[in-house]
């Protein structure tokens, strides 16, 4: 904790540093009326235990991509604890369905790649990308793929690690 705040209220630097999140993205909560706010020395923000647990909700929705508007209709349902778990679970059970949908279509393009070369041993295969340029010079369409499911797979150029 910080000193000279009293143990009841949490900090925003401090909070935004416990859940992994900015400062901005607690302020935006705010703003958005998901939560309020103490004000401490230095007018900087703080939040009581209540707070802190509301807080620590809304990050774990925004992190399955719950909508901001959903989750302000399920805590509006603070004070109706059925009604509040009953809509929680049908934007649980939503999320997972569009998960599936996802998945479903990742499946699909994954069946359409033809498969992986047997005889590399090591290394990443060659990009897609560069066929369409090895074969424009012959002016045939080498692609296996009928042009309504081609995509075009783009290999970055370096990897970018999260610190």
């Known amino acids: 904790m910080t000193p000279g705040v009293p143990t009841s209220l949490v900090p925003i630097a401090e909070l935004a540093r416990r859940l992994n999140v900015t400062p901005r993205t607690l302020r935006h909560y705010q703003d958005q009326g998901l939560i309020r706010s103490r004000r401490i020395a230095h007018n900087t923000r703080a939040y009581d235990a209540d707070t802190v647990a509301t807080i620590e909700t809304i990050v774990a929705l925004r992190d399955i991509d719950l909508p901001i508007a959903r989750i302000r209709a399920i805590l509006l349902l603070q004070k109706q604890p059925q009604a509040q778990a009953e809509a929680l679970r049908v934007a649980l059970l939503d999320v997972q369905a569009d998960r599936q949908r996802q998945i479903a279509r990742i499946d699909a393009m994954l069946r359409v790649l033809p498969p992986p070369a047997t005889d590399q041993a090591c290394g990443p295969p060659p990009s897609p990308v560069d066929e369409p340029r090895q074969n424009a010079a012959s002016g045939a369409d080498a692609s296996p793929l009928p042009p309504s499911t081609r995509f075009r ?11």
């Open 153 to 163: 797979f783009v290999r970055p150029k370096a990897l970018v690690e999260p610190a």
